[in-house]
C-alpha cells in the first residue's frame, strides 16, 4: 500500500486539513489497495490558482515542447506498463486483459497528441482586397478543470488531459474516488517528462468539495466531465452559467439489434463481449439486446451459454470476468435484477452474488440474462452499469429499429445484420453519437471523435481525435494588411 498526496504546482503534497481515504481491493475487501490526500476546497483553489499562474508561459512554449513533453510521458508509461496494468486492476477490479489495452490507450493517447501539438496549427485562405494575408490561429482558452469517472481509471485521464495540454492549456484533475491510483501515474509521468510546476495539478476529493470548485471557480475556462446523467447536468449547468466553455458525457443503455439477416455466431459474441466486458460497468456497454423472432429462441440458448461459460474470480487471476468496483455498485446490480423479476422478465441465468470460497471478500456478482423482457420496463430502460442483459424479441427491423431508439439514452447502437441495405437504414436512423455495423457497442479508436446524443451527452462538443484539439482551442481569425 501506498499514499499519494495531491499534486499542486508541482508537488505532491497532504491535502491542507490532512484528510485521506483509502481505496480496497475490490476483489478482496479486506485489503487497502492505497491511500490518498483528500483534498478539499482550499486545495482545488490553490490548485486552479496555480495553473492559472502557470497558463501564460505554457502557452508562449512553442507547441512541438509540449507536444515532446507528452512524447516523452507516453514514454514512461510505455516503460511501466506492467505495472501501471497490474495496479489499474488491483485497484479498479477490471481483468489484466481488460487492463492491459486500457493503458496501452493511454499510451497511444499521450503520442497522439504530442503528434497533433506538432500539426495542429490553423488555416490560411486567400485573401481578398489586397490584403496580405487571410489565416485562423487556435489559441487554448486558459484553465481546465478536468473530472473524470472510475470505470476507464487511466484511458479518460488521459483523452482530456493530453489535448488540453497539447493545446497550450494548464489543468486541475479531479480523479474518481474510487480508483484515482492510475491518473497519478499519469501525472507522476508529465512530471518525469519535465512539464512545468503548475502545468499540471491532480486533486483527489470528493465531487460535491473539489468537483464543485472545478465547475464554479471565475479563473476556470473550461470544463470537461465524464461521469453519469445526474451529475452531469449538473456540472454543466454551474459550468455554463458563468459561461464556461462545458462538455459532459454521461450514461447510456446502449442496444444491439440482431436482425432476421445477422449470422448467429457474430451476434452472440458482439452482444456477450459488450454486455458482460469489464463487469458491464462500461458506459458504451450493451445492455439491450433486440432480437428478430426468427432468430430469438436460438439466440437465447446461445447468449446464456455465453454467460455461464464467463469464469467470474479476482482481475489479478485475469479469468473471463472481475468484480464489481464497489459494495454500492454490486448492491445496484443486485438491486436491478430483482426489478427484473419483479417487472415480470425472465431471469434465464446469473445475477447472484457470488461468496464461494476466495471470492466471499470481494464484489462478485454472476452475468445475467433476462429474456422476454418489456421495452418499458425499467431493466430496459434505466442504465445499470453491471453485467446484466436485457432480451427482447422484435417481429421486424422497423419494430427493432423504434425500439433500439425509445431510450433516453443515446451513446453506441450496434446492429448485427449481413444485409448492406438495413446497415445503412440502421447508420442513419439510429439515434446515437457511435454506431458499429457487426461489432460489440464498446470499443473505440482513439482518433475519431466519441460522444453521445440525448441524455448521453451535453452534446456540445465530442472528445478524441480532432475533436479533442477542438474543445480545447478556440479561433482567432487574422486579417493581415501589410
Ligand atoms: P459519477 O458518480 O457521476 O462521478 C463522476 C465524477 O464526478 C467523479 O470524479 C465524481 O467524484 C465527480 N462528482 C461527483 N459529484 C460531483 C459534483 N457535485 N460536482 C463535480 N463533480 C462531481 O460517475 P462514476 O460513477 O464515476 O462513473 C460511472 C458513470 O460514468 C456511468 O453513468 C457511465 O455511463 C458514465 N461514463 C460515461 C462515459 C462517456 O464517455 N460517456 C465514459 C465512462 C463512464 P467522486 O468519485 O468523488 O464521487
Ligand atoms: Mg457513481
Redesign the pocket.
Known amino acids: 500500500m501506498s499514499l499519494v498526496n495531491l499534486y499542486v504546482d508541482g508537488e505532491w503534497i497532504p491535502a491542507a486539513d490532512g484528510e485521506r481515504f483509502a481505496v480496497e481491493n475490490p476483489a478482496d475487501v479486506t485489503e487497502t489497495v492505497n491511500e490518498y490526500a483528500k483534498g478539499g476546497t482550499s486545495d482545488a483553489e490553490r490548485a486552479v490558482e496555480a495553473a492559472s499562474e502557470a497558463q501564460p508561459d505554457w502557452e508562449s512554449t512553442p507547441a512541438p515542447e509540449r507536444g515532446s513533453i507528452l512524447r516523452d510521458a507516453a514514454a514512461t508509461l510505455e516503460d511501466k506498463k506492467d505495472v501501471l496494468t497490474e495496479r489499474l486492476t488491483h485497484e479498479e477490479g477490471k481483468t489484466l486483459s481488460e487492463a492491459d489495452p486500457e493503458v496501452q490507450r493511454a499510451i497511444d493517447i499521450f503520442y497522439y497528441y504530442a503528434e497533433k501539438a506538432f500539426d495542429d496549427g490553423g488555416t490560411r485562405k486567400n485573401p481578398s482586397g489586397g490584403r496580405t494575408s487571410l489565416y485562423t490561429v487556435r489559441e487554448p482558452l486558459g484553465v481546465a478543470g478536468l473530472?473524470?469517472?472510475?470505470?476507464?481509471p487511466i484511458a479518460?485521464p488521459a483523452w482530456k488531459i493530453a489535448p488540453a495540454l497539447a493545446t497550450g492549456n494548464t489543468v486541475v484533475l479531479?480523479?474518481?474516488?474510487?480508483a484515482p491510483g492510475a491518473a497519478a501515474a499519469i501525472v507522476r509521468a508529465l512530471e518525469d517528462a519535465g512539464i512545468p510546476d503548475g502545468v499540471i495539478n491532480f486533486v483527489p476529493g470528493?465531487?460535491?468539495d473539489v468537483?464543485?470548485v472545478?465547475?464554479t471557480h471565475e479563473t476556470v475556462d473550461l470544463v470537461s466531465?465524464?461521469?453519469?446523467?445526474d451529475?452531469?447536468h449538473?456540472?454543466y449547468e454551474q459550468a455554463t452559467e458563468d459561461t464556461k466553455r462545458a462538455q459532459a458525457?454521461?450514461?447510456?443503455k446502449n442496444p444491439a439489434l440482431v436482425t432476421a439477416n445477422a449470422d448467429l455466431e457474430r451476434a452472440v459474441e458482439a452482444v456477450g463481449a459488450g454486455a458482460f466486458g469489464v463487469t458491464g460497468q462500461a458506459?458504451t456497454a450493451c445492455s439491450r439486446a433486440i432480437v428478430h423472432t426468427d432468430l430469438y429462441d436460438e439466440f437465447v440458448e446461445r447468449i446464456v451459454e455465453y454467460a455461464e461459460s464467463i469464469d467470474v474470480g479476482p482481475g489479478l487471476d485475469d479469468p473471463g470476468m472481475g468484480p464489481h468496483v464497489t459494495q454500492s455498485e454490486l448492491d445496484s446490480t443486485l438491486d436491478y435484477v430483482d426489478v427484473g423479476v419483479s417487472e415480470g422478465s425472465t431471469l434465464e441465468t446469473g445475477g447472484e452474488r457470488l461468496e464461494d470460497d476466495d471470492l466471499s471478500d470481494g464484489y462478485f456478482v454472476s452475468p445475467a440474462v433476462f429474456t422476454e423482457v418489456d421495452p418499458e420496463t425499467r431493466l430496459f430502460q434505466e442504465?445499470i452499469?453491471g453485467p446484466v442483459l436485457a432480451v427482447t424479441e422484435v417481429k421486424d427491423f422497423d419494430e427493432g429499429v423504434e425500439v433500439a431508439n425509445d431510450s433516453q439514452y443515446g451513446?453506441s447502437a450496434s446492429i448485427i445484420t449481413d444485409d448492406l441495405e438495413e446497415a445503412h437504414a440502421f447508420v442513419d436512423r439510429s439515434e446515437c453519437g457511435v454506431v458499429k455495423i457487426n461489432e460489440k457497442t464498446t470499443g473505440l479508436d482513439l482518433h475519431v471523435p466519441?460522444g453521445?446524443v440525448k441524455d448521453?451527452?451535453t452534446n456540445t462538443h465530442r472528445e478524441q481525435g480532432d475533436a479533442g484539439m477542438d474543445f480545447f482551442t478556440q479561433t482567432k481569425t487574422v486579417y493581415l494588411n501589410t
Not at 147 to 152: E, F, H, K, R, V
Not at 249 to 252: A, D, L, P, R, V
Request: glycine fraction near 18%.
Open positions: 473530472i473524470t469517472p472510475w470505470n476507464y479518460i479531479k480523479p474518481a474516488s474510487n470528493s465531487g460535491s468537483g464543485e472545478l465547475t466531465f465524464t461521469g453519469s446523467s451529475v452531469g449538473h456540472v458525457e454521461m450514461g447510456g458506459c442504465e452499469f451513446l466519441f453521445g448521453s451527452s
